[in-house]
């Protein structure tokens, strides 16, 4: 079959970016893939981060020709000139990568002009539908857009649960998201501590080590993990490593570390960590913390179960269907500081890290990207 995937793929960062290109992998095994990607995904002054590109090159090797920067979410004259360049390959299925509001219009746009010239099945993987954070009119984008679409991929029951509102009568599938496997294998702690004071001047040889990974939003709960943190400390020996981008002001955060005096327990690697570092934090640490306030499911649950690494998360979204609660890791109340504390330390105290470690390594067996791909299919 003739797919195209549209949305980003590398050289934009993110994990909507990387699970775009693991799809073209997967697909393009049995398929003729292409990809439509953006040349302008975010305007500037709308982006939160420091850059939107990953500084190196494509760690997943697409061809230059099968990545084609179309797409300028400022003009919607690109929008049209997209539907119809698509359209004139005549594909079998066009399959959007969703995950806000915002790309609605543009997304309906290039729907609509493809509709309107060929014959094909065009699909939505919604990541998201509605925002973490409201929009205007994400309403009445989310119906416009959806009207143009035959059928929905989604990863989550809250996520399902958002589709039902919006879609009555087309298809869906639902299935987690797969594993990121496309960072490098798993290496022992040793050797990821040695590489992190190596290329960041991380210093947590022979200390107890929690991750909070990802980037910085008010949603992520990072907060909340930094006010339990002096309850830990009480019990236990820990050094907290928040790596990530500031999406927001920074020094609410740096404020907070100085008021409850843990400067010395938290390390802070404040920038976007690319692809071939990524497996040296997790392969570093003991315990990944979610400790989100809200959420549908997180790319970071699936590059914590690919590297055996036990998980805290709260009982948000598609986050506690990942987690299975005092098996792989535990599930605890979002915004509650002290059952956060507690879990940490039933963590450390009872040395639960091997047991969830093997615990994981079964049941990650069901988060194959050959399963996703089975269920997306059927779709088409």
């Not at 590398?10 to 393009?28: D, K, M, N, T, V």
């Not at 065009?122 to 959806?146: A, V």
């Not at 980037?215 to 993990?225: T, V």
């Not at 400390?233 to 404020?255: C, F, S």
Request: net charge neutral.
């Amino acid at each position: 079959m003739k797919i195209i995937l549209v949305g980003p793929a590398y050289p934009y960062r993110g994990g909507i970016a990387q699970s775009q290109s693991i799809l073209f992998q997967e697909l393009l095994k049995d398929n003729e893939v292409s990809i439509v990607n953006f040349k302008r995904q975010y305007p500037g002054f709308l982006f939160p981060g420091k850059s939107q590109f990953e500084d190196g090159g494509d760690a997943f090797g697409i061809p230059v020709e099968k990545n084609q920067r179309l797409i300028d979410i400022l003009n919607p004259i690109s929008w049209i000139s997209s539907g119809i360049k698509i359209a004139r390959r005549k594909p079998d299925v066009v399959i959007f990568s969703y995950w806000m509001p915002f790309f609605a219009p543009c997304y309906a746009k290039i729907a609509f002009f493809i509709n309107r010239f060929c014959k094909t099945k065009i699909l939505l993987i919604c990541h998201n539908i509605l925002p973490h954070e409201k929009q205007p009119g994400q309403n009445l984008l989310t119906k416009i857009l959806f009207a143009q679409v035959d059928g929905f991929m989604v990863l989550s029951e809250s996520v399902e649960n958002d589709l039902k509102k919006f879609n009555k009568t087309k298809p869906y599938r639902n299935s987690p998201h797969p594993i990121y496997n496309t960072f490098g294998e798993a290496i022992t702690k040793q050797e990821a501590k040695l590489q992190l004071k190596k290329l960041y001047d991380v210093q947590v040889e022979g200390e107890n080590t929690i991750l909070f990974f990802g980037f910085i939003r008010k949603y992520k709960g990072l907060h909340y993990l930094l006010d339990s943190l002096p309850k830990v400390l009480k019990q236990q020996r820990v050094k907290l490593l928040v790596v990530g981008e500031y999406y927001e002001d920074e020094q609410p955060y740096k404020d907070q570390i100085e008021q409850l005096g843990i400067e010395a327990e938290v390390i802070q690697v404040s920038k976007y960590v690319p692809n071939e570092h990524i497996r040296y934090f997790f392969c570093a640490a003991d315990l990944v913390v979610q400790p989100y306030v809200s959420a549908t499911q997180s790319g970071i649950s699936q590059i914590a179960y690919f590297y055996n690494r036990p998980m805290i998360s709260t009982r948000v979204g598609a986050l506690s269907e990942v987690v299975v609660d005092g098996k792989t890791g535990f599930i605890v109340t979002p915004e509650n500081s002290l059952e956060l504390a507690e879990a940490i330390n039933q963590f450390y105290s009872q040395n639960l890290e091997a047991e969830f470690a093997a615990n994981i390594d079964k049941e990650k067996e069901k988060y194959s990207w050959e399963y996703f791909v089975s269920k997306l299919k059927e779709l088409f």
